[in-house]
């Protein structure tokens, strides 16, 4: 319990994507990514989530889940693993089996993807205690656009190699200091009430409120970017999940 709300925390794991093979078994540091995303949810940080899952169509997926302190009560049917299935979809199948096993009703659930490894538990604290403080919706972390891909620096090319601005402001622009600064979902944590996903049955509504993380966080979704992931662990030493400080 956290500001007197029950929470759910459900990791997302289908098998077969297809972008990267395996690719929440892919490792980074000596960990996969869903043991990289249990760690953090059982750090002592986060002792305060109710129930930890892991939301996968594949057997292997849920003992590598089991291992690190993930729960897998259920598998997820075919119809909801799919390339086209939506994370709305999935999140509600998983808060209605989660509540008919345990008996009990959850206030909030959290969405903690496996594919940003650099996430801490200070990123799931973050989120959830903006939630609360803010009576919002949802609440999602964001990173700071890059202005190298800033909607006004953004190009189409039309089939005969033609550019044109995407946005029509993109013409005006004289130094990336002068753009609006923009955000993206950059996937470490989402939280959102239950009335929200069960009732709204969305993420994002008009009361949505972002939690910036200015650290270094990659969303995992290219092969190149495990490599890179892996890269940054090393000469970076970025924090890595939630190891035990040794005693
Ligand atoms: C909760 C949610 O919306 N998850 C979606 C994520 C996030 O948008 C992204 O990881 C940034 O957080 O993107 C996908 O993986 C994708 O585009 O393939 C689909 C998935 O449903």
Redesign the pocket.
Known sequence: MKHGRRILAVVPARSGSKGIPDKNMQQIAGRSLIALVGEVLNSPACDWIDRRIISTDSERYAEEGKKHGLDAPFLRPPELSSDTA??VETLQHAVTEMERIDGVTYDVIL?V?P?CPFRQPEDVNGVMDLLAATNAGSAVTVSRVDTKFHPHKVLRVSSDDVISFYAEAGAGVKQRQSLEPLFY???AC?ALTRACLMDEQR?FTTTTRAHLVERLLL?I?EPEEIVLARYYAETRHLPVGYKKPSA
């Open positions: 939506g994370a969405i993807e594919t979902r950059n996937g989402y993420i969303n979704d």
